[in-house]
């Protein structure tokens, strides 16, 4: 009897597994990607209270502040043609749209060095730091991540999820082992940047290996005039989309920058330490989920078939996923934080406290602005990330003259939860219309 329990329970197990794990299928991929991204956060969540201890609040100040800049950077290197890679169903049409997104980081890699030549005192001036040579190292910063963005992107379309998933770990032990260092030889604000932007090289190299293999067998030839037609049809993504994305870099850097100029850089660096450490646990998740869950639903919207039911699992799935861990940070994180990573750092806990409720809608919109993308609604997403833009600057400015820190922290994740959860409801009704369409249509 016992026997015979054990076969019909090893049968069913087995039956699961090649139905939901076979190669190439959407879990089997997700779980790929997630146990390299896992070992990657496992890494630098272990040592962060090692590093907390290395390095003080101001120097997360100038590192928040210059990843601040940065990220308005990196919002528009690739110029979004990195998310256009993998629509096409043919490959040579996405390797064009590959060396679009290469030149477009190169230019835009130029065009900051001849800002910072120009002007150099309004980016330092943004960081909050006097050396010169931060001005060509955001330069290098933004070359690093525009290369390894593009090349992430060849290779989530080709499904090389276990090369990424390599790639991050890799990424991982070398920023946080220059992290380290650094911190040992008391090289403040400048070891944190450093770590970052030389992982990312570092990380890039393995993905080079990924896509040179890919591009020989393909058998391209680069030509011009196929870069230029191709980019020209998928236009919208130069358009809208980077624009869009830049506004989304601008509302999320606001905090650090304008933090900074009303209570000192010792609060933003509070108010960037606790972003570091709630974006490491959502990072495990959203990182794989955001390769193939695009990947994913791209396929199934080129394939005819309905995308409500993956948009509503996968938004619903995340929501479910992040109720009890916001619910234990929002009672315990002014608690936890000075005991695990040092007494310097209680003022980051009580910040941590209130923006879990922004992190908790945000988390679960993942699923809205891939989706978005696929309905090919950039032009909507860039009015909606001004207006996000705008009100984030009215409520932090109002809170920088009216209010005390606490206080103007708790009003912008209150604004941020209601303005993402807007967005999560806009896309679930743009989705229940498309298949509403469809199944009138009789596709």
């Known amino acids: ?39 990657a956060q496992l890494i630098g969540f272990a040592l962060m209270p090692v590093i907390s201890r290395l390095f003080s609040p101001t120097d997360f100040g100038v590192f928040g502040s210059y990843n601040s800049v940065l990220g308005v950077i990196t919002a528009i290197v690739t110029l979004q043609y990195t998310q256009a890679i993998m629509l096409p169903r043919g490959k040579i049409e996405a390797l064009n749209l590959f060396f679009a997104a290469c030149i477009s980081v190169a230019a835009i890699t130029v065009l900051c060095l001849l800002t910072g030549i120009v002007a150099p005192d309004i980016i330092r001036n943004l960081i909050k730091v006097e050396a010169w040579w931060f001005v060509p190292l955001l330069a290098i910063s933004a070359l690093a991540f525009g290369l390894h963005q593009t090349l992430q992107a060849w290779c989530v379309r080709i499904k090389a999820f276990a090369e990424t998933s390599r790639a991050q770990i890799v990424q991982s032990l070398a920023s946080v082992s220059i992290w380290l260092m650094s911190g040992l030889l008391q090289a403040g604000a400048v070891g944190l940047i450093l770590g970052s932007v030389v992982s990312q090289f570092i990380a890039s190299l393995k993905l080079w290996n990924v896509f040179k293999k890919d591009l020989d067998q393909a058998g391209y030839f680069f030509h011009w005039h196929n870069v230029k037609a191709t980019s020209l049809e998928y236009r919208d993504f130069p358009l809208y989309s980077a624009p869009q994305n830049l506004m989304n870099a601008l509302s999320q850097g606001l905090p650090v920058l304008l933090l900074g100029h009303f209570y000192g850089i010792a609060i933003a660096g509070a108010y960037a330490f606790g972003m570091k450490i709630l974006h490491l646990p959502t990072n495990f998740i959203l990182r794989p989920l955001r390769q193939v869950l695009f990947q994913k639903a791209s ?36 608690r936890f934080f000075p005991w695990i990573f040092g007494k310097e750092w209680l003022t980051a806990g009580i910040y941590v406290r209130w923006l879990i409720l922004w992190i908790f809608i945000s988390f679960s919109n993942v699923p809205a602005v891939l989706f978005a993308r696929i309905l090919r609604q950039q032009r909507n997403l860039f009015f909606f990330e001004c207006l996000i833009l705008s009100s984030r600057t009215i409520i932090l400015v109002a809170g920088g003259i009216y209010w005390d820190a606490l206080r103007t922290i708790i009003a912008f994740s209150i604004l941020g939860f209601l303005l993402n959860l807007t967005l999560i409801l806009w896309i679930w009704v743009l989705v229940c219309r498309r298949t509403v369409i469809k199944a009138d249509n009789g596709i």
């Open 1 to 39: 009897m016992i026997n015979d329990s054990v076969k019909i329970g090893s049968g069913v197990f087995q039956r699961f597994w090649k139905k939901h794990f076979r190669k190439g299928s959407f879990l089997r991929n997700l779980s790929i990607v997630m146990s390299g991204t896992a070992i």
């Open 299 to 334: 396929e199934v919207d080129n394939l005819g078939q309905d995308i409500q039911p993956l948009f509503v699992k996968s938004t619903c799935g995340l929501m479910l996923l992040a109720t009890l861990p916001t619910i234990i940070i929002f009672v315990w994180a002014p």
